[in-house]
């Protein structure tokens, strides 16, 4: 089932489209990231699906074209900063945002449990580091035990002990039945969560792949510096006897995807054949590299 479906999803403020024609599926128990720029849409876009933000053109359904009222009342969201109430505990908050949503307030302290808040006690939240804060942003959108989350840049302008806390929750809710959209440009983060990517860039979907696809794409290669690469290629595709899925050749430089382990062997191969060779590194073929190659178009 997908939990988010958009057709040429557009916003235009002023004659620009911040949103271009985005057209993107969610499916069910995804944890969907939406990468790009800052700047790039992706907070418009969150917030036309939430209904906080009237659509241009192009249309989205949620839960496969359930009524949409019915469908945003079960989507939880935590857009830019989280609104929590300062002088206020994280059990009132909740307690606040349950009574606002029908919901149960039985669900307060699992959810505090959850989020890892529930032994704040008395805490004012206008006293809370950066990550409790986030945390407890967190905690107001799972309150009414939504089934889609979205959330925009949750982990921005935290420290690395508050980014893994919020990694690991998230990871956590996943577990349970929660399918998550979480837009960043922290790549390296996403990349350690999400089963799913969708790239944007000046309001325009690039590309979505899968974590796996990416994995596909972005393992590690070999890279050789040679005088003659096109000579060079036919002795490294014999000494390999076809082990490597492809070679690339680009100028004088030859990449083989994966690592090669005897390496030295295939410069004596190389030598032998009067090839010189001024060169040769792993090169760990990155996603934030893949990433920011495909945000820049």
Do not use: W
């Not at 917030?47 to 939880?76: H, I, P, W």
């Not at 349950?98 to 032994?119: A, F, N, R, W, Y």
């Not at 004012?124 to 804060?133: H, N, R, T």
């Not at 060079?232 to 595709?237: D, F, N, T």
């Amino acid at each position: 089932m997908y939990v988010l479906e958009t057709n040429d999803l557009t916003k235009i403020y002023s004659h620009t489209k911040v949103v271009d024609g985005v057209s993107l599926k969610v499916e069910q128990g995804d944890i969907y990231g939406f990468v790009g720029k800052n700047g790039a849409g992706k907070t418009t876009f969150i917030r036309m699906v939430l209904g906080l933000t009237r659509v241009s053109d192009g249309s989205f359904k949620l839960f496969d074209g359930e009524n949409l009222k019915t469908a945003q009342k079960r989507v939880g969201s935590l857009v830019e900063s989280p609104a929590i109430f300062r002088n206020m505990t994280a059990q009132q908050n909740l307690d606040i945002y349950c009574t606002m949503l029908g919901s149960d307030k039985k669900t307060i302290p699992e959810i505090l449990e959850t989020v890892g808040l529930h032994d704040t006690g008395r805490k004012k939240a206008g006293d809370f580091s950066l990550g409790m804060k986030q945390r407890l942003g967190i905690a107001l959108a799972l309150a009414g035990d939504p089934d889609f989350l979205m959330l925009d840049e949750p982990i921005n302008g935290l420290d690395p002990t508050g980014i893994v806390d919020i990694r690991e929750l998230l990871l956590k809710l996943k577990e349970r039945g929660k399918t998550i959209f979480i837009s960043s440009h922290i790549l390296g983060e996403l990349e350690k969560i999400a089963t799913r990517y969708g790239i944007i860039s000046s309001g325009k979907l690039v590309e979505e792949i899968s974590a796996d696809e990416l994995a596909e794409k972005c393992g590690a290669r070999t890279a050789i510096k040679v005088d003659d690469a096109v000579k060079a290629s036919a002795v490294i595709l014999k000494f390999l006897n076809g082990s490597t899925d492809g070679i690339e050749c680009e100028k004088n430089n030859i990449f083989i995807k994966g690592k090669i382990t005897n390496i030295g062997e295939l410069t004596n191969a190389l030598f032998k054949e009067g090839i010189v060779v001024s060169g040769i590194t792993t090169d760990e073929n990155s996603a934030e590299r893949y990433f920011i190659k495909r945000m820049e178009g």
